[in-house]
């Protein structure tokens, strides 16, 4: 089996389908209201055809736990709500300053290939970080994009120290995805301290502030357009007046 970094990247639809819905959510939005959306808009894809979606929020602070999350590894379980994601990983924290990007596609209309999906995803967020001047990196045996920080000491065994940047985090349902991915821009670092992120304790996390890059989320959001389209394909902004399916969001 070819290692991710060996997978075609690509993930075009086939000829004919319509361009990627693109919505941008201002303000913070609680976590049930987007477990809800997902689920709602998800099923709209696969029994009325509804149009593909990239959907981008910003969550008060709080953690997620997936399918293979480990009690011990939340660490501090009243600093912040705890909810149960049921996509992959493990824990994750999701607060201001970090994009929630959630993928809504239809893997039929491209490649019934999950690991491929993946690859994909991560090959997304490493050209959305080149924007920046970031070399962002997959591991083969570690889901998620890392930078490497030569300007701290060694890991014990010599290599070089890294942090994480980005997560990835998705469930499949019918061939339809949904969660997706997590950018660190500048969410407070400390509050990944309730939790072992991603189950992964010998590494920490970064943003894009936190390594000396002062970019906004409107700056992030125009970087995460332009690579998807590289990686995906075209989008566009009008999804509700082609959408009838399209869920409101409860206020």
Not at 67 to 76: K, Y
Not at 156 to 180: L, T
Not at 203 to 208: A, E, I, K, W
Not at 224 to 231: G, H, I, N, T, Y
């Amino acid at each position: 089996m070819p290692e991710r970094s060996q997978i075609a990247t690509s993930f075009f639809p086939r000829a004919g389908s319509a361009p990627v819905g693109w919505r941008v959510e201002p303000g913070l939005l609680d976590y049930p209201q987007a477990l809800a959306f997902m689920e709602t808009y998800a099923e709209s894809i696969r029994s009325a055809g509804a149009r593909e979606m990239i959907w981008l929020v910003e969550h008060p602070p709080l953690y997620t736990s997936g399918t293979s999350a480990r009690p011990e590894d939340l660490i501090d379980p009243e600093r912040f709500p705890v909810y149960a994601a049921g996509r992959g990983g493990e824990y994750t924290y999701h607060g201001p300053g970090q994009r929630v990007a959630y993928v809504m596609l239809d893997l039929k209309r491209r490649r019934e290939d999950v690991r491929a999906f993946v690859a994909a995803l991560e090959e997304w967020i490493i050209r959305t970080l080149d924007a920046f001047n970031v070399r962002g990196e997959r591991r083969e045996d570690r889901v998620g994009v890392w930078v490497q920080r030569p300007e701290r000491p060694p890991m014990p065994d010599g290599s070089m120290a890294e942090d994480k940047i980005a997560a990835i985090g998705i469930r499949m349902r019918k061939w339809v995805s949904f969660h997706g991915i997590a950018i660190n821009v500048e969410p407070d670092l400390t509050h990944f301290g309730g939790i072992v992120p991603c189950g992964v304790q010998k590494h920490g996390v970064t943003s894009l502030v936190d390594l000396g890059l002062p970019v906004s989320m409107a700056d992030l959001d125009i970087a995460l357009k332009s690579a998807f389209e590289e990686v995906f394909g075209p989008v566009t902004t009008q999804i509700e007046s082609d959408s009838p399916a399209m869920p409101e969001i409860a206020s």
